[in-house]
């Protein structure tokens, strides 16, 4: 009973700030925050189920969420006819090229015993083939990036509903992750961490620099929405109706409506997650995983397979990472290739699953909350606080203009705080897990 009173408080006492700065600022600064904790908070399970569940490292997080944001942009955008007919066939021929390489890699390494042969046939194979398959994709991708690069220099999507790219993310970041967890899974805490890290750069890297696919560094804007458009509201006669009753102005009602539909599609989602996680940690599977994560050694003399169980909840988490990453992207609009940064995508998300409680899914959830709420609304607060502290001070005063230019770099600082508060009052999260 206790457990759930806490759980309910400190919900409530979000609800509660999120309404706040709806009465203080506007519902339109409250639902954004509202939309943005929704994605965070998926993005924190994801991270909970690998850390929370099986004690993985995972500081790759970053990548994976770029994949769903690329698998949006594949999904939604219309395919440039121009660009398919300049180098399309030199593309998919390069690719089926990559995929021969693999195939013919992984024959020779499982019919060859001999490890010296077998080792160099697959290094010469790997070898020529990289130069075979980028002497056909790179005239192809040079044809493609100069279809009017103003506007397009890419090859476009499929131009299917967006919405079809939350799952499609979610398997295209889970393939990923099955083949680095293939590679990485096994080594030690620390290496497992570097190699994650090294591979989320590598995923981000190719996402700013091939323009042939993502328009690199240029972006991808426009991304169509699972919503309607605010011009479409307001010309719309029920629209209207509804925002007359309410004695709102169409305009600034419209908004407010868009941000809502968006609010209850990723609820929705969440919710599913959340119920599927709560389910899979309460099973005989989620005792096995956290039996794992406590003590391997004796896992595995009980006949578990380590590596297998580590792979399939690396694979589980990472495919939540990508529907949020597909989420954030559709959210947003526009493929940012340059926007996925550590700081947001991955330690930033540590820090939620941290402050609200690894190992329980609800703390997750909360922290998701907690920490991009601070992250968003540290800056007003800090030119608040520092307002009135200087409120005595002369307004031409350079200490006075140099406090309040600081302000807005007070969210590191409040973000440290609150972990450092967490850590010291309570160890184990907001919301511990239940032993």
Not at 132 to 143: E, G, K, N, Q
Not at 389 to 413: K, P, V
Request: net charge positive.
């Amino acid at each position: 009973m206790k457990s759930i009173f806490r759980h309910v408080f400190l919900f409530a006492i979000m609800a509660g700030l999120i309404v706040l700065v709806g009465q203080i600022q506007s519902w339109n600064v409250a639902l954004s925050i509202l939309n943005l904790c929704l994605i965070s908070a998926i993005m924190a399970l994801g991270v909970n189920m690998q850390w929370g569940y099986a004690g993985l490292f995972n500081v790759g997080v970053m990548g994976f969420a770029a994949l769903g944001g690329l698998a949006a942009m594949l999904i939604s955008m219309p395919p440039v006819h121009e660009a398919i007919a300049a180098g399309g066939k030199g593309v998919l021929f390069s690719l089926l090229i990559l995929i021969a390489i693999i195939v013919l890699s992984v024959f020779i390494y499982r019919k060859i015993s001999f490890p010296p042969v077998r080792m160099t046939l697959v290094v010469i194979i790997a070898i020529v083939g990289f130069f075979l398959m980028r002497s056909v994709l790179d005239p192809a991708t040079a044809a493609i990036e100069k279809v009017s690069p103003a506007a397009t220099g890419y090859l476009g999507g499929f131009g299917l509903p967006i919405i079809i790219a939350w799952p499609i993310g979610g398997i295209l970041a889970g393939a990923v992750a099955w083949l680095v967890g293939k590679i990485t899974l096994g080594l030690r805490t620390d290496y497992l961490a570097i190699a994650t890290l090294g591979i989320s750069e590598i995923i981000v890297a190719v996402l700013k620099h091939e323009d042939w696919m993502t328009r690199g560094v240029k972006n991808v804007t426009g991304l169509p929405r699972p919503v309607p458009y605010e011009v479409n509201l307001q010309n719309a006669d029920w629209f209207l109706s509804l925002a007359g009753r309410f004695g709102a102005d169409p305009v600034t009602f419209s908004s407010l409506f868009v941000k809502l539909c968006y609010a209850a599609l990723f609820a929705v989602v969440l919710l599913i997650v959340l119920y599927l996680s709560e389910k899979a940690l309460r099973s005989p599977w989620g005792r096995m995983m956290r039996a794992i994560r406590d003590n391997e050694v004796s896992a595995s003399a009980m006949g578990k397979n380590i590596k297998a169980r580590h792979l399939q909840v690396f694979i589980l988490g990472s495919i939540v990472v990508g529907i949020a990453g597909a989420m954030l992207t559709t959210l947003d609009g526009q493929l940012t290739p340059t926007a996925y940064q550590p700081l947001r995508f991955t330690f930033l998300i540590w820090v939620m699953v941290i402050v609200g409680g690894s190992g329980n899914n609800w703390g997750a959830v909360l922290g998701g909350f907690v920490i991009w709420f601070f992250w968003i609304e540290a800056e007003p607060l800090g030119l608040w606080l520092m307002d009135v502290l200087t409120s005595g001070m002369d307004s031409e005063s350079a200490l006075r203009a140099h406090l309040l230019e600081s302000a807005a770099h007070m969210r590191l600082m409040t973000m440290g705080l609150i972990l450092l508060l967490t850590l010291r009052f309570s160890p184990r999260g907001l919301l511990p897990e239940r032993s």
